[in-house]
């Protein structure tokens, strides 16, 4: 009777957290569509594009809310709703590290004209938008994640451990770990000396948190591999590691896609540095996703 009681609070739970993330989503789908109405009148097309995508993330992010919400996101096929919460827990949840500190380090820089800043409602929009859809994924994405596929979840790591051909993985990751708390620390070598203006203190917090994302996905590997403790909880690392290749992968072909426009977006890094940066940041993210997979269905199999 408890236990389904306990399990009553937590699938209401869940729900609400879905309803919540949907709700905040939809004020930052608001504003984009307003942007992009705004463009077309100005015909730029480069920024009409980037922000179509961005509409189409918001809609995505809002079916998501819907679906841990709904019990119908219950009988949606793994295939449709893995990838777009792996993404937007990897673009939102990977930024609340972020969120809480430079909230609380990083003073407010005055915009240099009137007319650069946005209006207040719009900020604050967007604001609302991503911090309440990052805090209701973290409450009911796991929860969702946990009733769908509780294998992957439960228990200890034991003995389904992660193939030693994944061990390759840690070097990109390690070396993405190291070169942005490198630049997070200050460092230089690698950015374009004509950007460096905008090099601040927010902006290396950003890279820290990158920074910290690779070390959450790096450790992940090294507690599913044989190197692990097999008495770590299964969850820890494959809830952190679900996360943080989100971030690595999303973020990353995010950047990518900026790049391949050329105009709208200038790197702090060396546009080459840049490239290969973020490209490694998209291989290295899928391998650990597909990693994950892997041991989640050893265990599965092991455990009927």
Partial sequence: MRVHVEAGRLRSLRRAAGIAAAAAMSLYLLVKVIWIALEVAQGSAEWVLLNAVTVVMALAGIGLGLALAQPWGMRLPAWLVLPVGWIAGGFLVSMLPYMAVSSLLVPSVPEPAAESALPAWETVFIGVGFAGMAVALVVGLPLFLRERWPWAFTGRVGGNRASGRTRWILLPVAALAALWAYWAAGGT??????????????????????????????????????????RTPMWLPMALGFVASGSLFSWGAWKSLWLLLPGTYQPAELRGVALIEHATAVAAGLAILVTLLGVYRRRRASSR
């Fill in 189 to 230: 070598a690698g950015l374009d000396p004509a950007a460096l203006s905008t090099w601040d203190a927010n902006a290396r917090l950003l890279t820290a948190n990158s920074a910290l994302g690779a070390v959450c996905a790096g450790w992940s590997l090294w507690a599913l591999g044989r190197w692990g403790s097999p």
